[in-house]
């Protein structure tokens, strides 16, 4: 079975300073990943996917995430944070029946 | 650019009342799948339905979740006899390939 772990339930950086959230996976099959990105008292917006096709993967907002199959990782990146992006994200993996698989979140916090 | 509505955004019940949350999903989707995430713990997987059936569902979805797409807009979730635990925030998604979801904004469900 499909799961996801999300290392860190909090995260602090500065304005400015790179961010790296942390997602691992497992899975039987190839994955298909996600991260999805909440905002205080609002739903679910996607940030990007991975499909098996580029493992560098451009989203939304700058940020960014690398697939690598040797460390079962898609950690996701911004070089420089900005204070709107403090938020709680979520990594997900596709399941066989394509339902996703959420790992436990990450609230990031960006200081001024 | 489409979105996933939801209606309302939130629903105050007593604890044995029937809630129906609704559901409009983007209009060329063909999958549509509940979620829920009770505070502070991650979003879980309730129902995933396809060509008016339900394709999957989890344990928590038992006899008293039942799902509907009464016409050929609405995807409503229906909890028959509510208990307190059902407090939670509850989305909707929908997609069109069946990897890629969207998610509205979702209903935040208070059971007193």
């Known amino acids: 079975a499909q799961s996801v772990t999300q290392l860190g339930s909090h995260v602090s950086v500065s304005e400015g300073a790179l961010v790296l959230l942390r997602c691992n996976y497992s899975?039987?099959?190839?994955?298909?990943l996600f991260w999805y990105v909440q905002y205080p008292n609002q739903g679910l917006q996607l940030l990007l996917k991975y499909t098996s096709a580029a493992t560098l993967v451009k989203g939304i907002n700058g940020f960014e995430a690398e697939f690598k199959k040797s460390e079962t990782s898609f950690h996701l990146t911004k070089p420089s944070a900005h204070m709107s992006d403090a938020a709680e994200y979520f990594c997900?993996?596709?399941?066989?029946?394509?339902?996703?698989?959420f790992g436990s979140g990450t609230r990031l916090l960006v200081r001024p | 650019e489409p979105e996933v509505t939801q209606t309302p955004s939130h629903q105050v019940t007593q604890m044995g009342q029937e809630v129906i949350l609704r559901c409009v999903p983007i209009?060329?989707?063909?999958?549509f799948y509940w979620y829920r995430q009770i505070l502070g713990q991650k979003v879980e997987f309730l129902v995933s339905?396809?060509?008016?059936?339900?394709?999957?569902k989890s344990e928590i979805f038992d006899d008293q979740f039942s799902v509907e797409r009464p016409d050929g807009s609405n995807f409503t979730l229906k909890i028959r006899s509510t208990k307190l635990e059902d407090s939670a925030m509850y989305f909707c998604?929908?997609?069109?390939?069946?990897?890629?979801?969207?998610f509205g904004p979702g209903t935040r469900l208070t059971v007193t």
């Open positions: 209009s060329n989707h063909l999958y």
């Open positions: 339905f396809y060509n008016n059936e339900i394709s999957e």
């Open positions: 899975s039987s099959v190839p994955p298909y």
């Open positions: 997900a993996v596709l399941d066989s029946s394509y339902k996703l698989i």
């Open positions: 998604a929908s997609s069109k390939e069946a990897y890629e979801q969207y």
